[in-house]
């Protein structure tokens, strides 16, 4: 028999995995301009995933790019598409992105969009993990320091509309630039992971609302 504890894991995975499903459906309503339509769909009579009309199963592993040297990226995904993988998956840390309050990085180490260029000239695609809460390992899990300072009541990885406010400020800004990176658009992000083991369908329902509008 499972435990309660194994239970509470499977709900949560489902979840999370509901929520990835959720963001790929949300990237095939951008419209296409391309003579043959690229897709990455949900079949759910067969329980697959159809790429291009056709099944297809990803086979990735996660490379956190902001932990890599920019040197050494080409070398990391030429190495994962030789040990077999054919898709990569990666966090978009908050707090490195912004680490103070409205002042923004993507130069050097945390250049995610040459991440992206670069993971797609090798073949891969790319699964975007971009929050609010990643976990991995982060101080605060990858929240800025910041969000508590400028509002102590401010209740986390909720609907909390003041810290909502904010998720949306973030991820207006870095997932219009990785829109055009789509699959359905010619690139190789077939999803966004929305959240990491939460049921914050709240933060799925923005990250809808920002692909659709751009």
């Given at each position: 028999?499972?435990?309660?504890k194994t ?46 009309g ?11 790019y ?46 995610v ?99 659709r509008?751009?």
């Amino acid at each position: 028999m499972f435990g309660w504890k194994t239970l509470q894991l499977f709900k949560m995975w489902t979840y999370e995995c509901f929520l990835i499903l959720m963001i790929v459906l949300a990237t095939e309503l951008v419209a296409v301009t391309n003579e043959e339509q690229r897709s990455f769909i949900i079949d759910y009579d067969g329980n697959q995933f159809l790429k291009d009309g056709e099944p297809f199963r990803y086979i990735s592993g996660s490379i956190h790019y902001f932990r890599v040297p920019r040197i050494y990226w080409q070398d990391r995904l030429d190495k994962m598409k030789a040990a077999g993988l054919n898709a990569i998956q990666t966090y978009l840390p908050w707090n490195e992105h912004e680490p103070e309050s409205g002042q923004y990085n993507f130069e050097d180490n945390l250049d995610v969009v040459e991440f992206v260029k670069l993971a797609n000239q090798t073949g891969l695609l790319v699964i975007i993990r971009p929050g609010p809460f990643i976990d991995a390992e982060r101080d605060f899990g990858g929240f800025p320091y910041w969000l508590l300072h400028d509002n102590p009541d401010m209740v986390l990885r909720s609907g909390d509309k003041s810290y909502l406010q904010y998720v949306y400020r973030w991820w207006n800004k870095v997932i219009p630039t990785l829109v055009p990176f789509l699959y359905s658009k010619g690139g190789p992000i077939i999803a966004f992971q929305v959240e990491e083991k939460s049921r914050m369908s709240t933060a799925a329902t923005l990250a809808i609302r920002i692909i659709r509008n751009f």
